[in-house]
């Protein structure tokens, strides 16, 4: 379907129950309710299409509070619903992030209750034939056919891919569902988005996750952005990154693109495509050169700083240069507004993560605003902007290739530890999995298969996979297969399977775009709006979600349909042994109350359902700049209770606003750096030196909490007799009564311990940053001096480095790729496409190209061009010729999808769900590259040749 622009728009009436409506807010800022003048102060979000409905006009209007299902940002938003219809919406004026601001994704939610592209029942592939099926045969046959791969192949066979668009609750169900299945392949989106931050800044200062707010940024003085885009990735928060520009903070963007944000900066630096570690060393030459680190803090409170700045000597300003391509005028510059300008926060997406060295680029960041002394200050921190609503919540509660639920390890230890939790023997939770070792690993405590990489699973010989068989049958549980690299592997794997079930309310690429006449499944999930629960924002606030209405079509909760399946597979007794289950729905708050029971690692334990409740219902009462309540029933606390919110829900802790911060009491907030890697290194001390908490008893570092700690001190008997019966052999993170963090925070002390965040990760293939060049670099002069590794076994499966770039593929394809987002769409792009509002804003696929190269090939702007990739593949898009990137190199956005290598799929779609647009994937070019550490997908630092179609 080809749409053509909107333009007629009609003012909407008034609705009653509202915190603040569209006409009280124009009504007291004195402007006039209709025409030019609102519009254009309220945008497209505030404006809409009049249509016919058959809804009486004067039925009664319920207002639902509910949070955006885009990015990570956490919207409010006011759902209007009449007679059980979602007539309207309102963004909250009222809410502390988004002060009634909306984006255009934001603005358009409310397409999620009408959902004409959705899938409206259960369906099966049959001789090439969409079939409709009921729920119960649906559950049946799909059951069956894993229960037969699990006794043939084992239950690695199966792949449990998942999503963030799960609520914490749905995120956490489905982690213990991979448990009870019997395997550790599961996954999300975060491992291709932020997967190497979490690893990279959890080794570094504790934990991998954003240490302040985008609120909190309008205090900073000086914003670094890098491979960070918020103007058309989070647009809600430049509302407070400009409030920070208007109190006379300074910007700087380093991105390879001039994007929009990049127009709104006072410093603009290009670099060249996976250089960002040569780019930070650069700065760090200067600053250590001229004397501009913060000495006190790195003494107190760092770790091997002195290992870093002789690393740095050899990045002098004419090898940035050439590395770079900054000139050591503006390295200087930039060094200078850094060091004199504080307190400074740098802000990072995945423009620094998606590289095979991303997570040295994100321990890079790092270790600049450690020698900046820039941590645990408001104004400061390391913001790392999430991109889905609860892609953070999703990777808190586990669903991971390498953790449980809370960052717990997969080590035996961590497994008893949540089989404590669920009230399970840990040998029965231990039979669920393959027995015996495969190549030297145990299924149970080693890492599963990324989802980067799931197809390498399915293709790979099965003898050099670290598992007893192949994957044969995968769930895409709310995660589409566009989003991954490599897309000819993609299809070839879902071809070679014995089964695909695609979960999601809609087909998504991985229902449409294999070969196949049988063999797949399409089972219809709700939304978010037609269930309820907790989201968790980028800045760890949690927010509660109500349900605005019921499920479409015959379509059902997520949490629903896992139960389904848990009992054709006969554990649905263990699965919700502490979970009451209403019909067929498990109670969502009950699965709270659960994982409050075990989270203890990252302090989601204080945060009841109750009190998340109470935090919604008084989005008003908390403090914008601050985000915490100065009075009300929420009094002291910061909105969303961000994690660690310690201890049980009765402690009433406030939540922690600001990771780290020396100057508040634990009790209140503060904190200091984890203590997770004992407290020497090589004989030299890593504790704290003479830095702690305010109102800390122990005024130096210390180890991290355990009962044999606690007795140490003379703070056992501060137990309870119940806390001391769970607590006994245990630690901070495994006593489930909360009582050492108890007794530890009433003494000032945090309960993870007090130590230095630790430049030198010795655990990981670099201890420190170490620049490598792309796998397909254009640079080969710089290969023998900046090498990648040698090739490697990494999580199950053979990994390619050395092998690939000693290949010289920059002679036939010369323009570095490098690929982002577009403010219209989101992620894989299938819910976005499929909504009217936003597929008219942008109806193609496109790459931008710079005039000269464009130029050199004979292309104008607008011409069907083919984009050739290295590994073979081509796509035919639209050329966007501008000077936006420079010469020698390119740019695709990544939302696309519904036409492969030329070929419409629209045919493959059942019907009445092709999306309003398509267009190729860019992953489909998009070439090999895998973090070394986490298996993050090499995205934006390729090769490719652009020709005329």
């Known amino acids: 379907m080809r749409l053509t622009r909107k333009t007629d728009t009609v003012a909407k009436a008034e609705k009653p129950g509202l915190g603040l409506n569209r006409r009280q807010f124009l009504k007291s800022a004195s402007l006039a309710t209709g025409g030019i003048a609102a519009a254009s102060m309220l945008g497209a979000g505030m404006m809409r299409k009049a249509e016919a409905k058959d809804v009486p006009h004067d039925a009664p209007t319920d207002v639902v509070r509910t949070i955006c299902s885009h990015c990570s940002v956490g919207c409010g938003i006011y759902a209007e619903v009449q007679n059980g219809v979602w007539t309207g919406q309102e963004p909250a004026f009222d809410h502390p992030f988004n002060q009634g601001g909306h984006c255009a994704k934001g603005a358009s939610l409310r397409e999620h209750g009408h959902g004409e592209k959705r899938l409206k029942y259960p369906m099966k592939l049959e001789g090439g034939k969409w079939k409709k099926l009921s729920w119960d045969q649906a559950i049946e046959e799909v059951g069956q056919k894993a229960l037969d791969i699990r006794k043939e192949s084992g239950p690695d066979s199966l792949y449990f891919m998942g999503s963030a668009k799960f609520s914490n609750e749905q995120a956490y169900l489905y982690r213990k569902f991979a448990a009870m299945w019997g395997t550790n392949n599961v996954d999300h989106s975060a491992r291709i988005c932020h997967s190497t931050t979490v690893a990279g800044v959890a080794n570094t200062w504790g934990y991998g996750a954003q240490t302040n707010s985008f609120n909190d940024i309008r205090h900073s003085k000086c914003m670094l952005f ?34 929009r944000t990049a127009a709104k900066s006072d410093e603009f630096v290009h670099i060249r495509p996976g250089t960002d570690i040569p780019f930070i060393y650069g700065l760090l030459w200067h600053i250590f050169e001229n004397g501009w ?27 940035v240069e050439n590395i770079v391509g900054v000139p050591k005028a503006q390295m200087y510059r930039v060094a200078k507004m850094l060091a004199e300008t504080k307190p400074g926060t740098i802000v990072w997406c995945m423009g620094g993560t998606q590289h095979h060295v991303g997570n040295a680029n994100t321990r890079a960041y790092c270790i600049l605003q450690l020698a900046l002394g820039n941590m645990g200050v408001s104004g400061g921190g390391a913001n790392i902007f ?148 907790s989201v968790s924002a980028s800045n760890r606030s949690l927010q509660w979600r109500d349900q605005v209405i019921t499920p479409l079509f015959e379509s059902l909760p997520d949490h629903v349909i896992m139960y389904k399946l848990a009992k054709k597979w006969g554990f649905e007794k263990e699965f919700f042994k502490n979970i009451e289950v209403k019909g067929e729905e498990p109670v969502i708050e009950d699965i709270t109350r659960e994982f409050n029971r075990g989270m203890w690692t990252v302090g989601y334990t204080g945060q009841s359902p109750e009190r998340l409740k109470m935090h919604q219902q008084n989005w008003g009462t908390f403090d914008v700049d601050s985000l915490e309540a100065p009075g009300g029933p929420a009094r002291g606390e910061t909105y969303g209770l961000p994690w660690p919110c310690w201890g049980t829900p009765e402690m009433k802790h406030p939540g922690t606003q600001i990771l780290y911060r020396t100057g508040r009491e634990v009790k209140d907030g503060g904190g200091n750096f984890r203590a997770r890697y004992g407290v020497e290194h090589n004989g030299n001390n890593i504790l704290a030196e003479g830095s702690y908490s305010k109102g800390a008893e122990i005024q130096d570092g210390y180890p991290e909490f355990t009962a044999d700690m606690l007795k140490q001190l003379g703070w056992w008997d501060e137990l309870t007799a119940e806390e001391k019966k769970h607590a006994e052999g245990k630690n901070w993170k ?100 499929s909504n009217p509002w936003l597929a008219e804003l942008q109806q193609e696929m496109f790459i931008e190209m710079n005039p000269a190269d464009a130029a050199d090939r004979g292309i104008r702007d607008g011409d069907d061009v083919f984009v050739h ?35 419409s799929l629209e045919k493959s779609y059942p019907e009445g769900t092709v999306p309003y647009v398509i267009g190729e994937s860019a992953n489909t070019v998009l070439t090999y590259g895998y973090d070394v550490v986490t298996q993050m997908q090499e995205t934006k630092s390729s090769l490719c040749q652009i020709s005329k179609a």
């Open 869 to 903: 990739s290295p590994e073979g593949s081509k796509i035919k898009v639209k050329a966007m010729v501008t000077p936006r990137v420079i010469a020698g190199e390119s740019f695709m956005p990544y939302h696309f999808a519904g036409v492969f290598e030329g070929e």
């Open 226 to 259: 890098i491979g960070s885009n918020p103007c058309e990735a989070h647009p809600v928060a430049m509302q407070h990154i400009l409030v920070g520009k208007e109190r006379g903070a300074k910007i700087i963007v380093v991105d390879p693109r001039f994007t």
């Open 293 to 319: 680190t913060d000495e006190s803090f790195i003494s107190q409170r760092v770790y091997g700083m002195e290992r870093i700045e002789e690393e740095v000597k050899k990045y002098h300003p004419e090898e």
């Open 386 to 533: 999430r991109g889905h609503d609860n892609v953070q919540g999703a990777t808190d509660f586990g669903l991971l290739f390498d953790t449980l639920p809370g960052y717990y390890g997969l080590k035996t230890g961590s497994w008893k530890h949540w089989a404590n939790v669920w009230d399970l023997d840990y040998e029965w939770v231990k039979s669920r999995f393959d027995q015996g070792n495969y190549l030297g690993q145990d299924p149970m405590t080693s890492t599963g298969i990324p989802c980067s990489r799931w197809h390498d699973g399915v293709l790979e010989d099965s003898a050099k996979i670290a598992q007893k068989d192949n994957i044969r049958l995968a769930f895409f549980w709310g995660q589409s297969v566009n989003t991954e690299t490599r897309g000819r592997e993609v299809r070839q794997a879902l071809d070679k399977m014995d089964t695909v079930v695609v979960v999601d309310p809609f087909p998504t690429m991985a229902g449409v775009m294999h070969n196949r006449k049988d063999g797949v499944y399409l089972l219809p999930a709700a939304t978010q709006f037609e269930t309820y629960g």
């Open 734 to 833: 495994t006593d489930i009564s909360g009582g050492i963090q108890r007794v530890a925070i009433k003494h000032g002390c945090i309960p993870y311990g007090n130590a230095k965040a630790r430049v030198i990760v010795w655990n990981f293939p670099d201890d420190i940053p170490v620049h490598r060049e792309p796998l397909y670099t254009p640079r080969r002069d710089l290969v023998a001096k900046y090498p990648t590794y040698d090739d490697r076994m990494v999580a199950r499966l053979p990994t390619l480095y050395k092998s690939i770039q000693d290949k010289d593929f920059a002679k036939d394809f010369p323009l570095a790729l490098t690929s982002g987002r577009l403010v219209e769409y989101e992620g894989g792009g299938e819910e976005t496409r």
